[in-house]
C-alpha cells in the first residue's frame, strides 16, 4: 500500500471523531459525577481547544488559513489532556482511558501528517 493522502485521507475524520466523543464523554461523565470544578474546566477546556482546532485545520485544507494556524490550539488540547490526566490519575479509571484514547488519536493524526508530508 502506497502512502498517499489518497489512501489515508478517510483516517483523518474518523481520527477527528474518536477525539470529539471521548472528549466529549470524559466532560459530561465528570459534570455527572461531580468531579469538582478543575476536573470540569480542564475537560471543557480540553474540548473547547479541540474543536477550535479542528475548525481551523478545515477552514486552512480551504485555503481561507495558514496550514499551520491550527497548530496552537492542539497544543493546549493535548497540555489540558494533560493536567486532566495527572488531576485524575489514581482517581478514576475510566476516565483516564478516555482521555488517554483522545490523546492517542491526536497523536495518530499528528503521525498521519508527518508520513504524508515525508
Not at 479541540?50 to 478545515?58: D, G, P, T
Not at 496550514?67 to 488531576?87: D, V, Y
Given at each position: 500500500?502506497?502512502?498517499?493522502?489518497?489512501?489515508?485521507?478517510?483516517?483523518f475524520?474518523?481520527?477527528?471523531?474518536?477525539?470529539?466523543?471521548?472528549?466529549?464523554w470524559?466532560?459530561?461523565?465528570?459534570?455527572?459525577?461531580s468531579?469538582?470544578?478543575?476536573?470540569?474546566?480542564?475537560?471543557?477546556?480540553?474540548?473547547?481547544?479541540?474543536?477550535?482546532?479542528?475548525?481551523?485545520?478545515?477552514?486552512?485544507?480551504?485555503?481561507?488559513?495558514?496550514?499551520?494556524?491550527?497548530?496552537?490550539?492542539?497544543?493546549?488540547?493535548?497540555?489540558?489532556?494533560?493536567?486532566?490526566?495527572?488531576?485524575?490519575?489514581?482517581?478514576?479509571?475510566?476516565?483516564?482511558?478516555?482521555?488517554?484514547?483522545?490523546?492517542?488519536?491526536?497523536?495518530?493524526?499528528?503521525?498521519?501528517?508527518?508520513?504524508?508530508?515525508?
Amino acid at each position: 500500500m502506497a502512502l498517499s493522502a489518497k489512501v489515508l485521507w478517510p483516517l483523518f475524520p474518523l481520527l477527528l471523531l474518536i477525539v470529539v466523543v471521548c472528549l466529549t464523554w470524559a466532560l459530561v461523565y465528570v459534570v455527572r459525577r461531580s468531579s469538582g470544578t478543575t476536573a470540569i474546566w480542564l475537560q471543557g477546556g480540553a474540548l473547547a481547544c479541540y474543536l477550535l482546532a479542528a475548525v481551523a485545520a478545515i477552514a486552512s485544507e480551504r485555503g481561507t488559513m495558514s496550514a499551520n494556524i491550527h497548530r496552537p490550539f492542539s497544543l493546549l488540547t493535548q497540555l489540558a489532556i494533560a493536567l486532566a490526566l495527572f488531576h485524575v490519575w489514581k482517581k478514576d479509571r475510566s476516565l483516564v482511558l478516555l482521555n488517554v484514547a483522545a490523546w492517542a488519536a491526536i497523536l495518530a493524526d499528528t503521525a498521519l501528517h508527518y508520513l504524508l508530508t515525508r
